[in-house]
């Protein structure tokens, strides 16, 4: 497979990058397209976000990933999340596994892969690979310098941005122009 083609999302917290990606992942899961990577939706109860939960779109199986940091917890953390490690491992796994395919979704890669070399360090693997027709990288605007280092960018669609805060999953399935092989 050629080097595919790498395209952003990026939007503030709560901006709906993660809904994008599942609306997007669903509509090529119905066209038949080969789907692989993470989705990264949050846990909320009473309207309060209080964790997140990871699922794998090769086979749809979902885990928990995270939840809210307390003082006391040591290990894999970002200022405002405790990672769960076995779950962390089984996603790098899945990340793996997850080229060659067609479409590629990592949701998302952050502070703890870009600045810590933790994370879904398997998911910049993946993507630095290019086995992949397309893949759609969640990235938050504050680590988008470090993505145009790293990678040859197709197109970044910014949440924050008027003109993409409409984008639903099937606009971005005919944007990206995939095809089933």
Not at 42 to 69: D, M, P, T, Y
Not at 104 to 110: A, S
Request: some cysteine; charged content about 20%.
């Amino acid at each position: 497979m050629s080097s595919g083609k790498i395209i952003i999302l990026t939007g503030e917290i709560q901006s709906g990058k993660t809904s994008l990606c599942q609306e997007l992942a669903q509509k090529a899961k119905e066209e038949g397209i080969k789907l692989a990577g993470l989705l990264s939706p949050g846990v909320f109860h009473e309207g309060k976000k209080n964790g997140i939960n990871v699922i794998n779109l090769n086979n749809w199986e979902q885990r928990h990933l995270a939840v809210l940091k307390e003082k006391d917890q040591t290990g894999l953390e970002t200022q405002r999340w405790s990672f769960y490690p076995e779950i962390v491992q089984w996603g790098n796994q899945a990340l793996i596994n997850a080229v060659p395919c067609d479409l590629l979704i990592v949701d998302e890669l952050g502070p703890l892969e870009f600045n810590q070399g933790e994370g879904w360090i398997a998911g910049l693997t993946a993507v630095d690979s290019g086995s992949y027709q397309s893949t759609l990288v969640v990235i938050r605007p504050s680590l988008l310098k470090m993505a145009y280092q790293r990678w040859e960018v197709s197109q970044v669609f910014d949440l924050n941005d008027p003109l993409y805060r409409t984008l639903s999953g099937e606009d971005l399935y005919y944007r990206l122009q995939i095809k089933t092989q």
